[in-house]
C-alpha cells in the first residue's frame, strides 16, 4: 500500500504551490510529481500504473470529461480526488458517472481528505493484490458471490437494524473476510446513525450511474466503518427513494455479491419487490421478533408468506430479540404458535441502548456481554462449514 504514488495536476504553478502548502500539513503521504498539464494524466491512465492523482482546483470537472473522451472514458487504475471550489449534488453524480472517486471542497478539510487517502489506498490495494491473482485463480476471482444473510422483521421496533449492524461486525472479527453491511430500507434506515457514520454516497448516489457500475466503481462508494466492514447506507432523505428502481436495486446487490465475502441485508418490513427479488440469493434469512403479541402475530404471517414462497426452510433462523423480557409470554408457548424451534433468544440488556447512543457497536463496546455473547453464537451458525 505504501508504493502507491500521489501525483498532484492543476492549470498552474500558483495553483499547485498553494495545494502543496495545505498538503505539507498532512503527514504519513508525500506528492511524488507534479504536473500542468493534462497531457501528463493521459499518460498515467494509459500507463495502468495504480496511482491517486489530486486534481483541481482550477481544473475542473469538464476538464477531466474532455480528457476521458480521447481514453474511451476510463481512468485506468487511477482514484482521481477532485478539488472544486463548487459543489452541488449535479456535480457529484456527473462526477460518478467519469468514476471520479472523491470530490472535495476547496481549500479541503484535513480529516476528509485524510479519509479520502486512506480509502483511495484500500481500493488501489485490493486492486494490487487481484493483479497478483494466479491467472488459473481468475474465473474465480470474476464470479465470486458472496454468502447472503438479510434480517426481516414485518414489525418494527424489534431491534433489527441493530442486530443486523453487530452481526456484520462479529463475521469480520470472526473471518477476517470482507463482510459489506446494506442498509435496504430507503425511507427508515437507520444503520448509518446506528454504526455513527457520515456517509459520502448512499444508495440513490449509485442508482442513478447503475448503467456505467461495475466492481471497482461500486468498491469506492462504500463507506468504511472503523470495525473494517464496509456499509451501503439507506438515503439520507427518504423521497429519494422513489428514484431507486428495483431493477437498479437488484443489479447494485448483484456487483455488491462479487466484491464481498459476506453480505448481510438490513431489509425494510414488508415484502417489497426489492424484497421477494432477493429471496433466491440468499443463503440465510433471519426473521426477528420481540417478546409481544402482534411481533408474533407478524412473525407467524412471515413464516406462512416465505413458505408460499417456497423458500428452503433450512435457510430461516428465527431470532427473538430481548427474550428475557417478562411480559406474559414464554418461549415454549411462542414455539407452540409457530409450531417450530427458536434458533436464538437475544436477551434484553441495557448495554444495547447505551451502545447505540454513543455509535459504538456493542460487539466492539462490550464483547463479553450477553447481548454479544448471543449475536456470537448467531455468527457461528451462519458461518458453519465455511
Not at 484500500?122 to 494466479?134: H, S, W
Not at 414485518?154 to 469480520?172: E, M, P, R, V, Y
Not at 406462512?304 to 408457548?333: H, S, W, Y
Amino acid at each position: 500500500m505504501n508504493d502507491i504514488s500521489i501525483t498532484l495536476i492543476d492549470k498552474s504553478e500558483e495553483s499547485i504551490e498553494r495545494v502543496n502548502r495545505l498538503l505539507k500539513n498532512l503527514s504519513g503521504f508525500e506528492i511524488g510529481q507534479t504536473s500542468i498539464s493534462l497531457d501528463d494524466l493521459k499518460s498515467l491512465i494509459i500507463e495502468k500504473v495504480p496511482t491517486i492523482v489530486f486534481m483541481g482546483p482550477e481544473y475542473t470537472l469538464i476538464d477531466l470529461e474532455n480528457v476521458l473522451k480521447t481514453c474511451g472514458n476510463s481512468t485506468g487504475l487511477l482514484k482521481i480526488i477532485l478539488f472544486t471550489t463548487e459543489q452541488s449534488s449535479n456535480l457529484y453524480r456527473k462526477a460518478m458517472k467519469f468514476n471520479v472517486f472523491d470530490i472535495l471542497e476547496f481549500p479541503f478539510n484535513y480529516n476528509d481528505i485524510k479519509e479520502s487517502i486512506a480509502r483511495a489506498k484500500i481500493a488501489l490495494n485490493e486492486i494490487m493484490v487481484e493483479k497478483n491473482v494466479p491467472k488459473s485463480d481468475d474465473s474465480k476471482l470474476k464470479n465470486k458471490i458472496s454468502k447472503n444473510i438479510m434480517l426481516f422483521s414485518s414489525k418494527g421496533g424489534t431491534g433489527k437494524s441493530f442486530i443486523a449492524a453487530n452481526l456484520a461486525i462479529d463475521i469480520h472479527n470472526q473471518t477476517e473476510k470482507k463482510v459489506v453491511l446494506v442498509d435496504l430500507n430507503y425511507q427508515a434506515g437507520d444503520l448509518a446513525i446506528i454504526l455513527d457514520i457520515v456517509p459520502r454516497h448512499t444508495f440513490y448516489d449509485i442508482a442513478s450511474i447503475v448503467n456505467q457500475l461495475d466492481s471497482e466503481m461500486l468498491s469506492s462508494f462504500l463507506t468504511q466503518h472503523s470495525s473494517g466492514i464496509r456499509i451501503l447506507p439507506a438515503p439520507v432523505d427518504p423521497t429519494q427513494s422513489e428514484s431507486i428502481s428495483p431493477k437498479a436495486t437488484a443489479k447494485i446487490l448483484d456487483v455488491l455479491s462479487k466484491i464481498c465475502d459476506y453480505m448481510i441485508i438490513d431489509a425494510p418490513s414488508n415484502f417489497s419487490e426489492n424484497i421477494l427479488a432477493q429471496l433466491g440469493k440468499l443463503d440465510f434469512l433471519c426473521i426477528i421478533a420481540s417478546m409481544d403479541v402482534p411481533s408474533i402475530k407478524n412473525l407467524k404471517l412471515s413464516l406462512e408468506v416465505v413458505e408460499q414462497l417456497k423458500f428452503p426452510d433450512e435457510k430461516i433462523l428465527i431470532v427473538i430479540n430481548r427474550a428475557n423480557t417478562k411480559v406474559g409470554i414464554t418461549m415454549d408457548e411462542i414455539e407452540d404458535t409457530l409450531k417450530r424451534k427458536i434458533d436464538l433468544a437475544i436477551p434484553s440488556d441495557r448495554l444495547v441502548p447505551l451502545s447505540i447512543n454513543q455509535g459504538n457497536p456493542l460487539i466492539a463496546a462490550y464483547p463479553r456481554s450477553a447481548v454479544s455473547k448471543s449475536i456470537n453464537k448467531l455468527t457461528q451458525r451462519i458461518i458453519k462449514n465455511d
